[in-house]
């Protein structure tokens, strides 16, 4: 897969072949493997989690990897083709810990130096080991968070809202002395206790350590730094993934769905119900694109373009969401239908990684706007 030039200032918001490719290869396997009643009844478990179908995406098509260079052993591509595989696991709301592993805490890894740090992200590369960094869901780039206390070697403490930790065979935590720290989820010193999520495809849990034994991975700073500025920026193209599939199961629905003899979807008042929604979800796929490619090409602009699709994403899929609900009437509300998977994803990923208010006070700052 191919890396864009950063050569060029502009950002380069259209797909590539290579990247429409890895769509159509995405799209068939969720297709074949995450339809909508098998997640609702996956929902229904203590299993939320997916792991055949994160298998056939890590380990089958190396996805896992995609942000880690060749020479350790992932595919060494970029942010602009991990914004697509998000776009269809977020049309599909797959319940894989995808965002937290193969971007969150695999771009805390590559802040880091020494053969730990390499080590763990050959691992994570390889889609046989998953990873979570221990930051709350709700923190945003550069914000306050939690950390444990090293002493003697070892960990204590608790921490919460921590997403997809109960899928993950290791945890990346920042810890008191500055360090960021490696523990496997196997130890006997570490209870992770499930919290109840509005979104169960993405749940999360409290940890606590008892004298978890920990490997030092390098500093904790920089590291959450970049992992969240990673995770909310590409975060922005999962929710364009809900906000499309949203608008585009309404228009079909739509079309089919008859009163008085005409389509639903031939009112006037409807067409400008959607039309709108068109408008919004056009606009957020500019600005997850700008992120993405931001991202990829390292662009000192980076920051500006992740504030400005988080400060634009959620609103969107959140009314995308609730539109496709309402007008698919009464089939919307019920459990069976796959709107409410939508919907609670949307609202889920509203707070993660900041908010949109959050981030627009965060633009505001960087581009020299403050309030009076």
């Not at 072949?17 to 229904?44: F, K, N, Q, S």
């Not at 965002?99 to 080590?119: M, Q, R």
């Not at 700073?221 to 499309?244: K, M």
Request: glycine share 10%; charged share 20%; aromatic share 4%.
């Amino acid at each position: 897969m191919s890396t864009p030039s950063t050569a060029s200032t502009e950002p380069d918001l259209l797909y590539s072949e290579d990247e429409e490719a890895l769509r159509a290869a995405v799209r068939d396997l969720l297709t074949d493997h995450c339809d909508p009643a098998g997640v609702i009844t996956r929902m229904e478990t203590d299993a939320p989690h997916d792991l055949s179908l994160w298998k056939s995406l890590a380990e089958g098509m190396g996805l896992a990897g995609l942000l880690v260079p060749e020479e350790q052993g992932g595919q060494g591509a970029s942010h602009r083709e991990v914004a697509v595989v998000l776009e269809e696991l977020g049309r599909a709301v797959a319940p894989v810990p995808y965002l937290t592993s193969a971007v969150v805490a695999t771009e805390a890894l590559l802040a880091c130096t020494g053969d730990a740090a390499g080590e763990l992200l050959t691992a994570l590369a390889s889609g046989r080991t998953v990873g979570a960094l221990t930051v709350a869901l709700n923190v945003a780039p550069g914000g306050a968070y939690k950390v444990v206390l090293h002493e003697g070697g070892v960990l204590h403490g608790e921490l919460t809202g921590i997403a997809d930790a109960t899928a993950a065979d290791v945890l990346l935590v920042p810890a008191d002395d500055g360090g960021l720290y490696a523990v496997s989820i196997d130890a006997n010193a570490v209870t992770i206790t499930p919290q109840v999520s509005l979104d169960l495809t993405r749940p999360v849990a409290t940890i606590a350590f008892d004298g978890a034994s920990a490997r030092l991975l390098g500093d904790a700073e920089p590291a959450v730094r970049r992992a969240l500025r990673a995770g909310a920026g590409l975060l922005a193209s999962e929710q364009l993934g809900l906000a499309d599939w949203a608008l585009t199961e309404t228009v079909r629905y739509l079309k089919d769905r008859k009163q008085f003899n005409r389509p639903v979807g031939g009112f006037q008042a409807v067409k400008h119900r959607l039309a709108q929604l068109w408008l919004e979800v056009v606009g957020l796929r500019a600005a997850a694109r700008s992120a993405a490619d931001a991202l990829a090409a390292g662009s000192a602009d980076s920051d500006v373009a992740v504030a400005v699709a988080q400060s634009y994403a959620a609103p969107v899929a959140v009314r995308a969401a609730e539109e496709a609900l309402q007008l698919h009437g009464g089939i919307g509300m019920t459990w069976e239908h796959p709107t409410h998977l939508c919907l609670k994803r949307a609202k889920a990923d509203s707070i993660a990684y900041g908010t949109s208010g959050g981030h627009r006070a965060t633009l505001a700052e960087l581009v020299g706007l403050r309030a009076p």
